[in-house]
């Protein structure tokens, strides 16, 4: 959008943003009252077929004589509600079945009502139990995550009852959410029902709330005042049981209905807050250029602003690299730590996604070159991460692959395992020695947890699983060329963290300097040590986005940039994560990390939305540090803090609960959780597979080209 359609369209644009904000909050919120009325009424069937099955003498005498079913023979019915009482709230409770189980529970509460004792709490269950059959699983439920594969899957009747459960939503939750109002609304006022809310159905409140749940006006607003209402007569004992708290609930996160003044008054909004048609092609062009976590998080907050956003990338996923040595020592497989990035932004029609390398960029005509094809921008956010670096060495790189990439885990995966292989198959054991030792370059985080996964692989995961030796002999060497591993964690962390190395057999060299590394082995201080396997965690170098944009760069490559992290005299393009080279964590460098990448991005989407929107810039860019975390093996970790410092099995736990809670989609989260689980108490090892072509390394004689990002 240019300047001038930009200052017509301002408030319609900001308005437009906050509106969807508001509702991205209240479908959020919607999915947890969802999540909280199938539990709390699954709890309460579920205690009542427990106390029946605990006392089912009892359970059989009231069935019989206090509250028989005339058209069910006792003994029948006791076990019929208590089998119901009993299955269904599970199911309903994580949302698998959600229809087929909420309407027997439906027909039970009925039944409760008109054969055995009319209560308000029997129509409330009525209720919520209509609702769940009408609207089915909420968002977080079981359900909900099967419905795609169900609806064209080849179970018999899966992909007609998904159907079915999606007609019955469309066309009988209007009618639903309609008469669930009037019936509201009627017991407002006291003409049915009085009792359901008896403390405002003579009141001020009930007859503002009335009128307001019949039309459906101000709905949620109505709601809210209802549930306020009856916790605050709750206080005095005269409220409405939580059944309806929670009904009010469901009502006002999910809104009106279709037949309703609210939907009117949406509809009639929402058209004269959108754009004309002639807008999208108007807005400004934000390229990203990367889907790391600078990329993403960049993306992830322009998506609801007048923006048209390109987000590019030579690959089709975003990739959790804190996780890549799991992958490489086969404890996970790629695709628990990988998210197609077309997935994430699948519902925002203003993000395209391209898979392509970019070769240049024109600053001149505000223009990136995406496999030799020119796409214009108005702003460029580069977040293109890093790569190996081997301090001028770079024909190390086929003897000592690097970790940054899912091939570079891959191949070390089919290296390390092949070792193993080959070692089984040698015929003496000097022939096996140099096959059964790993020599890892480097002890920073990916060096520590790298040597701690081997070492356990080797002693732990690999058991008995050979015959010709002991994988128990394999010599794990983490060489590190400074004074102590860890170097950016506190002296103390950096002790224990050595001392755990060293419990699980890892052989830690300091104050060792790599000086060749050929096919054979390495050559450290002087020493030649024959290792087959050989990794590399030593050392990064950004992508060459310095030399694109012809900026001035810091050591390591990384583009220096304004407080502002936009790139100098370009006040347009800006530089995020391992790409930018910023002094903004209290003077010093801002470390390659995924929080600061993550900050990054946010931070620079906020400065466009300011330009954008006519707001005022936000001050300087500030990295804050959340802490580091390092694991060793399966049960030990180091945490830093600042002024709490964490170690052994808490800071361990801590760990994993961090790294899962900042993996992308619930599907990586859920599996992640469960092999680390299963690998915990088996102590096995998922994935062992040995892929490519060739299985011993192809150690050529020249150098191979190290990887670029995109």
Same mark, same amino acid.
């Given at each position: 959008?240019?300047?001038?359609?930009?200052?017509?369209?301002?408030?319609?644009?900001?308005? *437009?943003?906050?509106?969807?904000?508001?509702? !991205?909050?209240?479908?959020?919120?919607?999915?947890?009252?969802?999540?909280?009325?199938?539990?709390?009424?699954?709890?309460?069937?579920?205690?009542?077929?427990?106390?029946?099955? !605990?006392?089912?003498?009892?359970?059989?005498?009231?069935?019989?004589?206090?509250?028989?079913?005339?058209?069910?023979?006792?003994?029948?019915?006791?076990?019929?509600?208590?089998?119901?009482?009993?299955?269904?709230?599970?199911?309903?409770?994580?949302?698998?079945?959600? *229809?087929?189980?909420?309407?027997?529970?439906?027909?039970?509460?009925?039944?409760?009502?008109?054969?055995?004792?009319?209560?308000?709490?029997?129509?409330?269950?009525?209720?919520?139990?209509?609702?769940?059959?009408?609207?089915?699983?909420?968002?977080?439920?079981?359900?909900?995550?099967?419905?795609?594969?169900?609806?064209?899957?080849?179970?018999?009747?899966?992909?007609?009852?998904? #159907?079915?459960?999606?007609?019955?939503? &469309?066309?009988?939750?209007?009618?639903?959410?309609? @008469?669930?109002?009037?019936?509201?609304?009627?017991?407002?006022?006291?003409?049915?029902?009085?009792?359901?809310?008896?403390?405002?159905?003579?009141?001020?409140?009930?007859?503002?709330?009335?009128?307001?749940?019949?039309?459906?006006?101000?709905?949620?607003? @109505?709601?809210?005042?209802?549930?306020?209402?009856?916790?605050?007569?709750?206080?005095?004992?005269?409220?409405?049981?939580?059944? $309806?708290?929670?009904?009010?609930?469901?009502?006002?996160?999910?809104?009106?209905?279709?037949?309703?003044? =609210?939907?009117?008054?949406?509809?009639?909004?929402?058209?004269?807050?959108?754009?004309?048609?002639?807008?999208?092609?108007?807005?400004?062009?934000?390229?990203?250029?990367?889907?790391?976590?600078? !990329?993403?998080?960049?993306?992830?907050?322009?998506?609801?602003?007048?923006?048209?956003?390109?987000?590019?990338?030579?690959?089709?996923?975003?990739?959790?690299?804190?996780?890549?040595?799991?992958?490489?020592?086969?404890?996970?497989?790629?695709? /628990?730590?990988?998210?197609?990035?077309?997935?994430?932004? #699948? =519902? =925002?029609?203003?993000?395209?996604?391209?898979?392509?390398?970019?070769?240049?960029?024109?600053?001149?005509?505000?223009?990136?070159?995406?496999?030799?094809?020119?796409?214009?921008?108005?702003?460029?956010?580069?977040?293109?991460? $890093?790569?190996?670096?081997?301090?001028?060495? /770079?024909?190390?790189?086929?003897?000592?692959?690097?970790?940054?990439?899912?091939?570079?885990?891959?191949?070390? &995966?089919?290296?390390?395992? =092949?070792?193993?292989? +080959?070692?089984?198959?040698?015929?003496? @054991?000097?022939? &096996?020695?140099?096959?059964?030792?790993?020599?890892?370059?480097?002890?920073?985080?990916?060096?520590?947890?790298?040597?701690?996964?081997?070492?356990?692989?080797?002693?732990?995961?690999?058991?008995?699983?050979?015959?010709?030796? /002991?994988?128990?002999?394999?010599?794990?060497?983490?060489?590190?060329?400074?004074? #102590? %591993?860890?170097?950016?964690?506190?002296?103390?962390?950096?002790?224990?963290?050595?001392?755990?190395?060293?419990?699980?057999?890892?052989?830690?060299?300091?104050?060792?300097?790599?000086?060749?590394?050929?096919?054979?082995?390495?050559?450290?201080?002087?020493?030649?040590?024959?290792?087959?396997?050989?990794?590399?965690?030593?050392?990064?170098?950004?992508?060459? @986005?310095?030399?694109?944009?012809?900026?001035?760069?810091?050591?390591?490559?990384?583009?220096?940039?304004?407080?502002?992290?936009?790139?100098?005299?370009?006040?347009?393009?800006?530089?995020?994560?391992?790409?930018?080279?910023?002094?903004?964590?209290?003077?010093?460098?801002?470390?390659?990390?995924?929080?600061?990448?993550?900050?990054?991005?946010?931070?620079?989407?906020? %400065?466009? #939305?300011?330009?954008?929107?006519?707001?005022?810039?936000?001050?300087?860019? *500030?990295? +804050?540090?959340?802490?580091?975390?390092?694991?060793?093996?399966?049960?030990?970790?180091?945490?830093?803090?600042?002024?709490?410092?964490?170690?052994?099995?808490?800071?361990?736990?801590?760990?994993?609960?961090?790294?899962?809670?900042?993996? %992308?989609?619930? *599907?990586?989260?859920?599996?992640?959780?469960?092999?680390?689980?299963?690998?915990?108490?088996?102590?096995?090892?998922?994935?062992?597979?040995?892929?490519?072509?060739?299985?011993?390394?192809?150690?050529?004689?020249?150098?191979?080209?190290?990887?670029?990002?995109?």
């Amino acid at each position: 959008m240019k300047t001038a359609v930009l200052r017509d369209s301002r408030g319609r644009i900001l308005a *437009r943003f906050w509106l969807d904000t508001a509702k !991205g909050a209240a479908r959020a919120l919607a999915a947890l009252v969802d999540l909280g009325a199938r539990l709390w009424v699954a709890q309460a069937f579920l205690v009542s077929g427990l106390l029946k099955v !605990g006392n089912w003498n009892n359970a059989l005498e009231l069935a019989a004589n206090e509250y028989p079913v005339s058209w069910l023979d006792p003994v029948t019915a006791a076990y019929l509600g208590a089998g119901i009482e009993l299955l269904c709230p599970i199911f309903l409770a994580v949302g698998l079945f959600t *229809r087929a189980a909420a309407f027997p529970m439906l027909v039970l509460s009925l039944v409760i009502q008109f054969s055995y004792r009319e209560l308000d709490t029997n129509l409330y269950w009525a209720a919520l139990f209509g609702w769940f059959v009408v609207f089915g699983p909420g968002p977080l439920s079981l359900d909900r995550r099967l419905a795609a594969g169900l609806r064209s899957g080849a179970l018999p009747f899966a992909g007609a009852a998904v #159907r079915f459960g999606d007609a019955l939503r &469309r066309r009988g939750g209007p009618v639903y959410l309609a @008469a669930l109002r009037l019936w509201l609304a009627a017991a407002l006022t006291g003409l049915e029902a009085p009792s359901v809310l008896p403390w405002v159905a003579s009141g001020w409140i009930g007859a503002v709330a009335a009128p307001a749940m019949a039309f459906g006006l101000a709905t949620p607003a @109505a709601c809210l005042l209802l549930i306020l209402t009856q916790v605050g007569a709750g206080m005095v004992g005269r409220g409405a049981s939580p059944d $309806a708290l929670w009904l009010l609930a469901l009502l006002g996160v999910s809104g009106a209905g279709s037949w309703s003044l =609210d939907r009117l008054l949406d509809r009639k909004l929402g058209m004269r807050l959108m754009p004309g048609s002639d807008c999208p092609g108007t807005w400004p062009h934000v390229v990203i250029v990367g889907a790391g976590f600078g !990329g993403l998080a960049c993306a992830i907050k322009l998506r609801f602003l007048p923006v048209r956003i390109t987000l590019v990338d030579r690959r089709n996923y975003h990739l959790f690299q804190p996780l890549l040595y799991q992958i490489a020592t086969g404890s996970l497989s790629p695709g /628990d730590i990988a998210t197609p990035v077309r997935s994430v932004f #699948r =519902d =925002d029609l203003n993000l395209t996604v391209l898979r392509g390398a970019v070769d240049a960029v024109d600053t001149a005509s505000q223009a990136v070159s995406v496999d030799g094809k020119a796409i214009r921008y108005d702003y460029l956010v580069l977040a293109t991460g $890093a790569t190996h670096s081997y301090f001028g060495k /770079d024909h190390w790189a086929p003897f000592a692959p690097g970790l940054k990439h899912v091939e570079d885990a891959t191949e070390i &995966r089919s290296r390390v395992l =092949d070792a193993f292989e +080959r070692a089984e198959a040698a015929d003496s @054991a000097e022939e &096996r020695a140099p096959l059964l030792t790993f020599l890892i370059v480097g002890a920073g985080p990916t060096g520590v947890e790298l040597a701690g996964a081997l070492a356990e692989l080797a002693r732990h995961g690999l058991e008995k699983e050979f015959r010709r030796f /002991d994988p128990t002999e394999a010599r794990i060497i983490l060489v590190q060329s400074g004074p #102590r %591993v860890l170097p950016a964690f506190p002296e103390r962390l950096s002790e224990i963290a050595q001392r755990s190395l060293e419990a699980l057999g890892v052989e830690v060299r300091l104050n060792s300097r790599v000086e060749m590394i050929d096919r054979d082995g390495v050559r450290v201080s002087g020493a030649r040590i024959k290792a087959a396997t050989v990794l590399w965690a030593a050392g990064v170098m950004a992508s060459p @986005a310095a030399g694109w944009l012809n900026a001035e760069a810091d050591g390591a490559g990384r583009v220096k940039v304004a407080p502002d992290l936009s790139v100098a005299g370009l006040p347009n393009v800006f530089a995020v994560g391992d790409t930018a080279a910023a002094n903004a964590w209290n003077g010093n460098p801002v470390p390659g990390l995924a929080p600061a990448a993550k900050q990054g991005g946010e931070y620079v989407a906020a %400065v466009i #939305r300011a330009r954008l929107l006519g707001k005022p810039q936000p001050g300087p860019f *500030r990295y +804050r540090h959340k802490g580091s975390l390092a694991t060793i093996g399966r049960k030990s970790a180091v945490a830093d803090f600042g002024r709490v410092q964490l170690s052994g099995a808490v800071a361990w736990w801590l760990w994993g609960l961090v790294h899962v809670y900042f993996l %992308v989609g619930l *599907r990586n989260r859920l599996s992640v959780m469960f092999g680390w689980f299963w690998a915990y108490l088996t102590y096995g090892v998922g994935i062992r597979l040995i892929t490519g072509e060739d299985t011993e390394p192809n150690y050529a004689t020249e150098a191979a080209p190290i990887r670029k990002a995109s």
